[in-house]
């Protein structure tokens, strides 16, 4: 079985429902939720004039292979609405795939682990609720580590 970290995240619409239905869909057709981190408001990284996201991570036992799991994470983005229209623009639901296993993949359309997870509060805030010591396969620095270190300055604030 393989073990996936998800981002969820959405800045339009209800948020918190898009989150849930894209949780629900995870479920039906990626694999098993077996950790969530709790929701988090953040600031807009790369396009800042927009609304506040909510973001969470998940952790996902699935049988798909890196590709089958990018094809079903983009396929549930279109179920629940997503239009794509600008690079870090606003959005309905995200789903960005940060790791699968400790695997290290370089594709023109799939890298894993993600690309800018060290350069993200609100990725490292809520990966490292739930993967403190999980380490990054390329960095080899704990989730928590690259958290601590992030020069980030977007406020990224948990929801009670």
Request: aromatic share 6%.
């Amino acid at each position: 079985m393989n073990q996936t970290y998800l981002l969820l995240g959405a800045n339009l619409g209800k948020p918190l429902e898009q989150l849930a239905e894209a949780r629900i869909q995870i479920e039906h057709h990626i694999g098993r939720l077996t950790k969530a981190s709790g929701l988090y408001e953040s600031e807009a990284w790369g396009l800042e004039d927009q609304p506040n996201f909510i973001n969470q991570v998940i952790k996902v036992e699935t049988i798909l292979s890196p590709d089958d799991l990018l094809k079903q994470t983009q396929q549930i983005e279109t179920n629940l609405g997503r239009v794509r229209h600008e690079k870090w623009g606003a959005r309905l639901i995200d789903i960005d795939i940060l790791y699968y296993n400790n695997s290290c993949i370089n594709q023109e359309n799939l890298t894993i682990p993600h690309p800018y997870i060290q350069e993200r509060n609100f990725v490292l805030a809520p990966l490292a609720e739930i993967a403190a010591d999980f380490e990054h396969p390329v960095l080899h620095k704990t989730n928590l580590v690259l958290f601590q270190n992030c020069k980030d300055s977007l406020s990224v604030n948990i929801l009670k």
